[in-house]
């Protein structure tokens, strides 16, 4: 009886463990206001109801060209959903037309504040064009990690997301130059500098031998190659 009850309460704790370890890493929702504002400043429009279900916001909302009601990820702010359900009554009604009608394209801004409210750190926001299709193309911060994401400029759905590495020039040590300067020539380092010739770096070792001659030895800080030179007495 007792090892039973062991391993129920053992089993209760590992459920507890599972549970709070998904709670935990739950990625965090907007809130209802933050959605209701991002929502109207996408579409430009007056949200008169919105609600949370299933993961998403679903708004109703007045524009100038009629009613919509508009589905948006709860978690990344991307756009599910658009449709229209009614009209203004003091819109005009179009003439119909067999022109295909021409989607309306979201602004910078309004990317801008769909990634900030999403939780990225917006660097720069620009539109660009990929197979007839109109994007934006933007770069944002999370925490040390930069990415660059491709938007769907009608949904504001994020397309592709592109980690940037930056690229850092690394140039030699002190410590390093001297070990080539040595191999390079037998001897002991009289002094070593660091200057810049035609913008590169270059690390000037003067090195004296045993038979008392002096060398200068001309390493490139940044390949490694070098060039050696002998002072005449």
């Known amino acids: 009886m007792k090892n039973k009850w062991i391993w129920i309460l053992t089993v209760l704790v590992l459920a507890g463990f599972i549970a709070g370890f998904f709670l935990f890493n739950q990625e965090k929702a907007m809130t209802m206001e933050e959605a209701k504002t991002l929502i109207a400043n996408r579409y430009t429009g007056e949200v008169i109801n919105i609600e949370e279900m299933d993961g998403e916001f679903i ?11 508009v589905a948006i990820d709860a978690f990344n702010g ?14 005009d009604t179009p003439e119909k037309s067999d022109e295909p009608v021409e989607k309306e394209i979201l602004t910078q801004q309004q990317i801008k504040d769909q ?6 750190e917006v660097t720069s926001v620009k539109s660009s064009t990929s197979n007839e299709n109109k994007r934006y193309v933007a770069e944002v911060e999370n925490g040390e990690q930069k990415s660059q994401l491709e938007i769907d400029a009608v949904t504001g759905e994020i397309l592709k997301t592109t980690p940037i590495e930056e690229t850092t020039t690394k140039i030699l040590t002190e410590e390093q130059a001297k070990e080539i300067a040595l191999q390079t020539v037998n ?4 002094d070593i500098d660091l200057e ?22 001309q390493i490139n800080a940044i390949t490694g190659k070098y060039t050696i030179s002998w002072e005449e007495d």
């Open 196 to 217: 810049s010739i035609n913008d590169q770096p270059y690390y000037l070792v003067e090195i004296e031998t045993e038979d008392d001659q002096e060398a200068v030895v």
């Open 59 to 69: 708004a109703e909302m007045n524009r100038d060209t009629g009613n919509y009601q």
């Open 187 to 190: 001897g002991s380092i009289d």
């Open 78 to 91: 991307e756009t599910k959903s658009l449709e229209k359900t009614g009209t203004n009554e003091n819109t």
């Open 115 to 120: 990634l900030k409210a999403a939780g990225h």
